[in-house]
């Protein structure tokens, strides 16, 4: 296809096929569009330092009336999280990660804020928490981005947590639920639960209970659950099909951190779901969500034997 920067044009023709393209959507982010002093207009790469008076949305052109490709066409297993949220404008948007640190809540926080969101890393670690804001922050300075502390192995810090965003008076679109341990050793929490239980599953489900509230003020609102494909290998039922709280919070004789990981992300998708048919006639939805087999990230760290095989997987895997 043929363009004529001479007239700076956005729109063109293909001289035989006659197929017409056309700029859509808003600036790829680190963009942001200015205007002279003669009153032209130019724009300005904040990333790689550069201005030119050429739209960059020029290489990202479609054409008119095409026929709108399905879901598995359009994004595969190479796509990233910024290409998903091309064109996407989040100004005004408030969301909140938990966390977002490192690995899949890092790279949701950096794109969510790279597109104009408001995002608070909800991070247990609060040096951490920082530092990610700080690497988001030398990607855009004019990032939106913020930490604040939050340890869902607590009770009473996932409280203190939801009364500090409140204290805030900010609506909230998106709550990203997706902190998680993996493999860890049976330990109780300050609440006298069982770890990955507490973290991976009745923390968020307590989070999500106190700030529903600003969820359903802010409508249309979501909420997305980290689950996983490894849901599928355990029950949460005895014998008589009824539900056995001994197998959620297990003792240190009945655990194997797999189940316990594997149980975790059960109740997750049964949280997710019955919380989208409470919620959703109030203009707030749940999904849960499966990130892909083997993401190379850090939530094998707590074992070296997982430790070994991912990094053994680690070719075969997706990366951040």
């Not at 003669?38 to 479609?62: E, M, S, W």
């Not at 997706?178 to 973290?199: I, K, M």
């Not at 203009?283 to 990130?291: D, E, F, L, R, W």
Request: charged residues 20%.
């Amino acid at each position: 296809f043929t363009c004529s920067h001479l007239e700076e044009k956005t729109q063109w023709e293909h001289p035989k096929s006659g197929k017409r393209k056309r700029v859509a959507g808003g600036l790829p982010y680190g963009w942001e569009q200015e205007t002279d002093e003669n009153g032209q207009v130019y724009f300005v790469d904040h990333i790689n330092k550069r201005t030119t008076y050429l739209d960059p949305r020029l290489a990202f052109t479609v054409e008119d009336n095409p026929v709108k490709p399905t879901t598995r066409q359009k994004y595969d297993g190479n796509s990233t999280a910024m290409e998903i949220l091309q064109g996407r404008d989040l100004s005004g948007k408030v969301v909140i990660i938990t966390g977002a640190n490192s690995g899949i809540g890092f790279e949701t926080a950096k794109s969510l804020a790279l597109h104009g969101a408001y995002v608070i890393l909800a991070c247990r670690n609060a040096s951490r928490g920082n530092d990610a804001v700080q690497r988001i922050l030398v990607e855009w300075h004019k990032a939106k981005v913020e930490a604040m502390t939050l340890d869902l192995a607590s009770l009473q810090s996932v409280q203190h947590f939801a009364e500090a965003f409140k204290s805030k008076n900010m609506p909230l679109h998106i709550l990203v639920c997706n902190a998680a341990v993996f493999g860890a050793p049976w330990c109780l929490t300050e609440d006298d639960l069982e770890t990955t239980f507490q973290v991976n599953h009745l923390g968020h489900f307590y989070l999500v209970q106190l700030l529903e509230d600003v969820l359903r003020r802010s409508s249309p609102a979501r909420v997305v659950v980290v689950s996983s494909e490894s849901h599928r290998f355990t029950d949460i039922k005895d014998s008589s099909g009824k539900l056995d709280f001994s197998l959620l919070s297990p003792s240190r004789k009945e655990y194997w951190a797999m189940l316990a990981y594997n149980r975790s992300k059960l109740c997750n998708i049964l949280f997710s779901n019955e919380l989208n048919r409470r919620l959703s006639p109030h203009g707030v939805t749940s999904n849960s969500v499966h990130p892909g087999n083997m993401i190379y990230s850090s939530i094998h760290r707590n074992w070296w034997v997982y430790t070994l095989l991912f990094t053994l997987a680690r070719p075969f895997t997706k990366s951040m």
